[in-house]
């Protein structure tokens, strides 16, 4: 833990629970080590990320997507008329970037299959996890059965927000 100095096993954690349907995100058990860390920056981003989502009265659910082509691991809720959703190359693991010291490659050309939202027109806000913003809005158009959606490339971990519009 003492050579994460990025704290990524925390960053993903974050992430990762705060989007799996859990009552928020995961209790770290060595917060004395994020105080000597100063791991709070991690917060910021996914506190602005998830200040909007309805959980509790937006009928959430686990997603009904999938990614395509990548090695992408996607976690996520989603109601009838939108999604958030957590994408993380699978090689942005604290064992390969800490202990193996191999950085991922940047993941180029994934896509997302997402089913289960409404026929219509959706806007789709992509989101840097580090800076806690939007950086990329596309618009697309959702059919009776299911989506497919470009994912941006990204090397780490990157978020959305769909909905409809």
């Known amino acids: 833990m003492k050579q994460d100095s990025r704290l990524i096993h925390f960053h993903n954690c974050l ?13 770290f058990w060595w917060w004395d080590r994020l105080d000597q860390q100063d791991a709070y920056r991690h917060y910021r981003p996914l506190a602005a990320f998830v200040s909007d989502i309805p959980f509790t009265r937006g009928g959430l659910r686990a997603m009904s997507a999938k990614t395509i082509d990548a090695p992408v691991r996607a976690i996520g809720l989603q109601g009838k008329r939108e999604a958030y959703l957590w994408f993380q190359h699978r090689q942005a693991n604290w064992w390969k970037t800490v202990v193996e010291k191999a950085d991922p490659s ?39 059965t299911s989506a497919r959606l470009a994912i941006p490339d990204f090397s780490r971990d990157i978020a959305c927000k769909i909905r409809a519009q």
Not at 107 to 134: C, F, S
């Open 106 to 144: 940047v993941v180029r050309g994934a896509h997302l299959e997402i089913r289960g939202l409404e026929p219509g027109e959706y806007r789709v806000l992509w989101w840097d996890t580090n800076e806690g913003k939007a950086v990329r809005e596309d618009r697309v158009r959702i059919s009776e």
């Open 15 to 27: 992430w990762a629970s705060a989007l799996s349907g859990a009552s928020g995100t995961a209790q």
